[in-house]
């Protein structure tokens, strides 16, 4: 792994994309003759690479760009999905036995990347509780996998390989997506189980089934309120419902949103395993408020109360565009990172 300096400057994965970055992934649009649908995405990902670069920071994605949502990589590894569309956007559903006929996509996302960059790379991976409540239908899917869970035993191998590919690929950091664990801060999303905490243990084993061992490359979960742009988010609380369910993670990093009003206060922070790293959600990634470096600079050292700065991070609360409809200007987005960057940069020379 490439060494890195103090306080990275970081995205979480997601960056806003362009139309034309969405025709490019609507089914209906997209080029029939591959190398031109490669030339021209290649060419898309050259340009947010750069823009990530040009702002400052230290780790770069390549925006999730081949993807159309930042879960449907998985049905492009895998087969056994249906795809419609569903109120103008693309869904999947596990039919059939899934099947892991596609190998090392997120791999080869990750080769391309390491190819441009001498920046510290990151790939993003859905989690297989995320997957079971966005996939799993109790009647479309029951013919190929009885229960959610069944399907999440399925989904454990695949995504284990995936890890272990990616490292070999040269990729520094591997984040798995979890948003919908961190929904169960919220009394409102826990009112809706019968066994709320059955539902964590279930997430919680499941991607440690897929991480414990695994060594060379850092492991992140990255823990959100669901992200729906300018209109906010989902779930409201801190993180203190779910602490001990974050303990027992086999992860190195925690990528937690803490801009927005509803996350709680840091004092979680001091509760994590020892020497545990932080992707600090110190910059909003909903609003159209540029964050001033400043700001960003004090809900950082506020962290450090509990924190030391080499376990320090710096991330926006979530990415830019989860999904293909998110509609959030690169131009804004640009601004926050390199304001991002210059914290950091701040950061640094008081705390070097």
């Not at 297989?128 to 069944?150: C, F, N, T, V």
């Not at 591997?174 to 919908?180: E, G, I, K, L, S």
């Not at 909003?284 to 050292?301: A, F, K, L, Q, T």
């Not at 409809?325 to 304001?339: H, R, S």
């Amino acid at each position: 792994m490439s060494d890195r300096p103090l306080f990275p400057a970081s995205v979480v994965g997601s960056m806003p994309r362009s139309q034309y970055v969405r025709d490019l992934l609507d089914p209906d649009l997209t080029p029939n003759d591959p190398d031109r649908f490669r030339k021209r995405m290649d060419a898309a990902v050259d340009y947010i690479v750069a823009l990530q670069e040009m702002s400052g920071l230290d780790v770069v994605s390549d925006g999730e760009y081949r993807r159309r949502s930042y879960i449907g990589i998985i049905a492009d590894v895998a087969s056994g999905f249906h795809l419609e569309r569903n109120d103008g956007l693309w869904w999947h559903t596990v039919v059939d036995t899934l099947d892991h006929s596609n190998p090392g996509l997120a791999a080869k996302e990750a080769e391309y990347l390491r190819a441009r960059t001498d920046r510290l790379i990151k790939v993003c991976l859905p989690s297989p509780y995320l997957l079971a409540q966005r996939m799993w239908d109790p009647e479309r899917s029951k013919h190929a996998y009885g229960s959610r869970i069944d399907f999440m035993d399925a989904l454990v191998p695949i995504l284990r390989k995936e890890v272990e590919l990616l490292r070999e690929a040269g990729a520094d950091i591997v984040q798995f997506d979890a948003p919908h664990l961190c929904l169960f801060v919220d009394d409102r999303v826990r009112a809706e189980y019968d066994d709320p905490d059955a539902e964590i243990d279930l997430c919680v084993t499941h991607l440690n089934e897929i991480l414990d061992g695994v060594e060379g490359i850092t492991r992140c979960i990255h823990l959100c309120r669901r992200n729906k742009g300018r209109s906010g988010w989902v779930g409201e609380g801190s993180y203190e419902p779910i602490l001990p369910a974050l303990q027992s993670l086999n992860v190195d990093q925690y990528v937690m949103e803490f801009t927005i009003p509803v996350a709680g206060n840091l004092d979680v922070l001091k509760e994590l395993p020892v020497g545990s790293q932080v992707g600090l959600g110190c910059v909003d990634c909903r609003g159209e408020i540029i964050d001033p470096v400043d700001e960003i600079v004090s809900r950082v050292e506020k962290a450090l109360e509990h924190l030391s700065p080499e376990q320090i991070y710096l991330n926006p609360d979530c990415g830019f565009a989860p999904g293909n409809a998110a509609d959030i200007p690169i131009d804004e987005a640009y601004a926050k990172l390199c304001n991002e960057a210059k914290a950091a940069a701040v950061l640094r020379e008081r705390h070097s």
